[in-house]
């Protein structure tokens, strides 16, 4: 009876009775926005900083990728025998090869005088590296000694180098005390271990870092016929090479960095416990809302139940009025969490957008946050007795 007479008059009555108290719902909504925007900033710096480790490796042009196995990330890759990937040349699945020389060096501002970590790779420019068809003229130019490619994207304490190349001014600086000229730009963005970048020939890389044993390279790239099995190539590289180099498709060599900054940091851990943090703030909050919502409407409650409403419709009303917290709570926070993500990649370069996947994750944390509170603010309801409240 109850169920139809409410479904015949249409009474919103969770909604009336959440603006019933403006002030009370503003403060419900303002603090399931906020538990809203920490969850997505929290995921999102996550999730950021996992893809902007990763961001060289998706350029490579290659199918498989041998690495030493004394390599544990980006920041502390070894060397391994290059002549492991010239023997990979024997499968007849293997189309082509890119050996790579990648260390961290230290490069110093041309402006300030000061130096900074940058990531550098040293290939023989004659060979295929990334898939942006772009840089194939441009690394010709790294056939004379102590030319260097700069990637323009690196953050702005590398100098003011993009804007004088383009001035038409000669750019030249110094890498681990060595006199390097900027021969170009070329643009690949930061990575979470690299605030910087830049690209030259093996001859030089050698030059810069003479240290680095004759025949040892820190990643080879390994190129396949169109038809070819990678997984397949995978295996069968793994019996015919010595266990003195790891091998890896492609995906498997950007699992294996992301996987370094997720179990072998504290990062991973941190941004997931804030994110849980924010989770638990607005259970709380909303579960207060609820709470006060159904004890200051307990009389109403019980003269309904006293008049032969079922209490399953009673608690319906309860969850109606989760899901619109959850619902109105959420929009304020996807569209801050929007105009936040713009400003970090604007200040950070970090790859930090938002996506469906974590836009998804989060309303349904929230809904999970909401619907969870009201069910605990229903314990009220269920326990209130008619003849002890009159």
């Given at each position: 009876?109850?169920?139809?007479?409410?479904?015949?008059?249409?009474?919103?009555?969770?909604?009336?009775?959440?603006?019933?108290?403006?002030?009370?719902?503003?403060?419900?909504?303002?603090?399931?926005?906020?538990?809203?925007i920490?969850?997505f900033?929290?995921?999102?710096?996550?999730?950021?900083?996992?893809?902007?480790?990763?961001?060289?490796?998706?350029?490579?042009?290659?199918?498989?990728?041998?690495?030493?196995?004394?390599?544990?990330?980006?920041?502390?890759?070894?060397?391994?025998?290059?002549?492991?990937?010239?023997?990979?040349?024997?499968?007849?699945e293997?189309?082509?090869?890119?050996?790579?020389?990648?260390?961290?060096?230290?490069?110093?501002?041309?402006?300030?005088?000061?130096?900074?970590?940058?990531?550098?790779?040293?290939?023989?420019?004659?060979?295929?590296?990334?898939?942006?068809?772009?840089?194939?003229?441009?690394?010709?130019?790294?056939?004379?000694?102590?030319?260097?490619?700069?990637?323009?994207?690196?953050?702005?304490?590398?100098?003011?180098?993009?804007?004088?190349?383009?001035?038409?001014?000669?750019?030249?600086?110094?890498?681990?005390?060595?006199?390097?000229?900027v021969?170009?730009?070329?643009?690949?963005?930061?990575?979470?271990?690299?605030?910087?970048?830049?690209?030259?020939?093996?001859?030089?890389?050698?030059?810069?870092?003479?240290?680095?044993?004759?025949?040892?390279?820190?990643?080879?790239?390994?190129?396949?016929?169109?038809?070819?099995?990678?997984?397949?190539?995978?295996?069968?590289?793994?019996?015919?090479?010595?266990?003195?180099?790891?091998?890896?498709?492609?995906?498997?060599?950007?699992?294996?960095?992301?996987?370094?900054?997720?179990?072998?940091?504290?990062?991973?851990?941190?941004?997931?416990?804030?994110?849980?943090m924010?989770?638990?703030?607005?259970?709380?909050?909303?579960y207060?809302v609820?709470?006060?919502?159904?004890?200051?409407?307990?009389?109403?409650?019980?003269?309904?139940m006293?008049?032969?409403?079922?209490?399953?419709?009673?608690?319906?009303?309860?969850?109606?009025?989760?899901?619109?917290?959850?619902?109105?709570?959420?929009?304020?926070?996807?569209?801050?969490?929007?105009?936040?993500?713009?400003?970090?990649?604007?200040?950070?370069?970090?790859?930090?957008?938002?996506?469906?996947?974590?836009?998804?994750?989060?309303?349904?944390?929230?809904?999970?946050?909401?619907?969870?509170?009201?069910?605990?603010?229903?314990?009220?309801?269920?326990?209130?007795?008619p003849?002890?409240?009159?």
């Open positions: 009876m109850s169920g139809g007479f409410w479904s015949n008059r249409g009474i919103p009555l969770a909604s009336l009775m959440l603006i019933r108290q403006p002030v009370r719902l503003a403060v419900a909504l303002a603090g399931i926005s906020f538990a809203g920490l969850m900033m929290q995921l999102g710096f996550r999730d950021g900083l996992f893809d902007a480790s990763v961001t060289v490796h998706r350029l490579f042009d290659t199918d498989i990728v041998l690495i030493s196995p004394r390599s544990t990330s980006s920041v502390s890759m070894a060397g391994f025998p290059k002549r492991r990937l010239v023997q990979a040349m024997a499968l007849p293997v189309e082509g090869i890119t050996p790579v020389n990648w260390n961290l060096l230290l490069w110093r501002n041309p402006e300030t005088r000061g130096t900074r970590s940058i990531l550098a790779l040293g290939f023989e420019p004659g060979d295929p590296l990334f898939t942006d068809a772009t840089l194939a003229p441009k690394a010709k130019q790294l056939t004379q000694k102590g030319r260097v490619l700069f990637d323009e994207r690196s953050r702005p304490e590398f100098g003011p180098v993009a804007e004088w190349f383009r001035e038409g001014r000669v750019v030249e600086s110094e890498i681990a005390g060595k006199r390097v000229r021969a170009g730009l070329i643009e690949l963005g930061t990575s979470f271990g690299a605030d910087g970048n830049l690209l030259t020939s093996s001859e030089t890389f050698r030059e810069l870092l003479p240290n680095t044993p004759p025949g040892s390279i820190e990643v080879g790239l390994i190129r396949l016929n169109a038809d070819a099995d990678a997984e397949e190539v995978v295996m069968r590289l793994k019996t015919l090479l010595p266990d003195d180099v790891t091998v890896l498709t492609k995906q498997g060599f950007i699992d294996f960095e992301q996987n370094y900054w997720k179990t072998g940091t504290s990062i991973g851990f941190i941004f997931t416990l804030g994110a849980a924010g989770f638990v703030v607005g259970c709380v909050i909303v207060q609820l709470y006060s919502d159904v004890s200051d409407h307990l009389p109403e409650y019980a003269t309904l006293a008049m032969g409403y079922r209490l399953f419709n009673l608690l319906g009303v309860v969850v109606r009025e989760g899901l619109l917290l959850a619902l109105f709570g959420y929009l304020p926070a996807y569209a801050a969490g929007q105009g936040l993500y713009l400003l970090v990649r604007n200040a950070t370069q970090l790859p930090v957008a938002m996506d469906f996947s974590r836009a998804f994750t989060v309303f349904t944390m929230i809904l999970i946050m909401c619907m969870a509170s009201a069910g605990l603010a229903m314990r009220r309801l269920v326990d209130a007795d003849a002890e409240i009159f």
